[in-house]
């Protein structure tokens, strides 16, 4: 399998801008979780869904920022309007059920700077 | 509300010495609790899993352990190695209904020094 996959791996954008990170998850896993890193706070837990469901959204840091998930291949995480202080990394991670092995896999991240 | 800590922040060692690693969670209620590594501008990679109801793994010249009843768990790496240098993130998932999330330390910074 080729593992999480994350685009863009970078964006650069403009205060304002919609920005829309991607993530592709293993094939057969149930959980997909959006964590942001910086290093201030370091890794949060945005979003996590479940068998395309999202079930805590609590981590989601305000109304600019939305997730979705329209089938089990597929996720996006949209920021909207960007600002400097969203400037992270953001990974997108996924694993099977907890009740098998519950092993978390990370993508490689997409590197996000707000100007 | 589950928090995980991870002591010490940084750790800097000469190349062969053992070390440990430490982290600590506040509810006992978990499906399992992962180690990872990140190195510097790099996404995280899985060291090792283990399972509420396993004590430790093992996996080359690392050794994880976990006592669930007091909140802890240990990351021993023998042998340090400079190649070993890299953050260390310990992540436990929730076991409550509609909780099983994966929370994160705020990880250990490990130099290696030649």
């Known amino acids: 399998d080729a593992g999480v996959i994350q685009s863009p791996r970078h964006e650069v954008t403009e205060m304002g801008q919609e920005v829309t990170l991607r993530c592709k998850p293993i094939?057969?896993?149930?959980?997909l979780f959006w964590y942001r890193q910086t290093m201030m706070r370091g890794l949060e837990l945005l979003i996590y869904f479940n068998n395309n469901v999202p079930i805590d959204d609590s981590g989601m840091p305000e109304d600019r920022f939305s997730a979705k998930m329209p089938n089990a291949s597929f996720s996006t995480l949209k920021i909207q309007p960007s600002e400097p202080r969203d400037s992270a990394v953001y990974f997108c991670a996924s694993s099977p059920p907890p009740q098998t092995s519950g092993e978390l896999f990370f993508g490689e991240g997409s590197r996000l700077t707000v100007l | 509300k589950q928090e995980v800590t991870q002591i010490p922040a940084a750790l800097s060692v000469p190349e062969g010495e053992n070390l440990v690693l430490n982290c600590s969670f506040t509810d006992s209620a978990i499906y399992n609790l992962q180690w990872f590594r990140q190195d510097p501008g790099k996404g995280l990679t899985s060291l090792l899993l283990?399972?509420?109801?396993?004590r430790e793994q093992t996996s080359g010249r690392l050794n994880a352990s976990l006592d669930k009843s007091s909140g802890r768990s240990t990351l021993y790496i023998a042998a340090s190695q400079p190649g070993d240098s890299a953050t260390y993130l310990c992540a436990v998932r929730g076991m409550k209904t509609s909780y099983d999330k994966v929370i994160f330390g705020p990880g250990t910074s490990l130099s290696v020094i030649p």
């Open positions: 283990i399972q509420s109801s396993q």
């Open positions: 094939s057969g896993h149930d959980y």
